[in-house]
């Protein structure tokens, strides 16, 4: 099985940075996404990691050290749109996603 | 617009009543998944399907049934509804089970079980 673990709740002011952790232990790994979730809405893709390093996409980025099971998601120059929750996802081993339980980001005027 | 359809959007159902959440998808993508959605658990694998035909058990597949008959549909039958059964569901499709396997979700169906 697999052991997902983020932060609850994280709050900013707009225009800072903010980083969501997340660590996972998994007897098999094909990597690592993170999904973004407005209230109300279905999740929506953000990145995926495979091996280790930083992906970035914009103002978002994501790191992963598959030694260490750990990532993180990056999102720079926050925005009032960025109100989210952060989803970080596992892919295992028959390639299923496990998902944790979900970051709920308040962006601060 | 391509994407996944799921009905109802929401529903309040009895306790021991039958009920089956619909779910397309206009994609042509093989693997479609069941999630339910509680707060404080995350997003939980109910069934999955990685081809038309095939479905398999997730994580919390107890009191749940789907089937796949053919590649667009894959509906879930909650067969005697229970409480602890109110949740919002997401149905999920991927282009390939394996490698970079980015989900497309539905719009979710909110259910509540009195």
């Known amino acids: 099985g697999q052991n997902i673990d983020q932060p609850t709740e994280m709050t900013a002011t707009e225009g800072a940075i903010v980083q969501i952790n997340c660590t996972y232990q998994?007897?098999?790994?094909?990597?690592l996404f993170w999904y973004q979730q407005h209230a109300g809405e279905a999740p929506t893709f953000l990145s995926y990691?495979?091996?280790?390093g930083l992906e970035e996409k914009g103002r978002f980025s994501s790191f992963l050290s598959r030694s260490k099971g750990y990532s993180y998601l990056l999102l720079k120059e926050l925005q009032m749109k960025d109100s989210a929750s952060y989803l970080c996802?596992?892919?295992?081993?028959?390639?299923?996603?496990?998902f944790g339980a979900g970051t709920t980001v308040t962006v601060r005027a | 617009i391509a994407g996944i359809t799921q009905a109802p959007t929401s529903q309040i159902l009895a306790a021991g009543r039958r009920m089956t959440l619909r779910c397309t998808q206009d994609?042509?993508?093989?693997?479609m998944y069941w999630y339910r959605q509680d707060l404080g658990l995350g997003l939980r694998l109910i069934h999955y399907?990685?081809?038309?035909?095939?479905?398999g058990k997730g994580e919390v597949p107890d009191g749940y049934s789907v089937s796949r008959a053919n590649t667009d549909d894959f509906p879930l039958t909650l067969a005697s509804a229970v409480p602890s059964q109110t949740s919002v569901y997401f149905c999920?499709?991927?282009?390939?089970?394996?490698?970079?396997?980015?989900?497309?979700f539905g719009a979710g169906s909110r259910l509540t079980v009195l």
């Open positions: 999920a499709s991927s282009d390939s089970p394996g490698g970079a396997n980015v989900l497309t």
């Open positions: 998994t007897s098999g790994f094909n990597g």
């Open positions: 990691n495979v091996l280790d």
């Open positions: 996802a596992l892919s295992t081993g028959d390639y299923k996603l496990s």
């Open positions: 994609m042509r993508h093989n693997a």
């Open positions: 399907s990685n081809t038309a035909g095939t479905t």
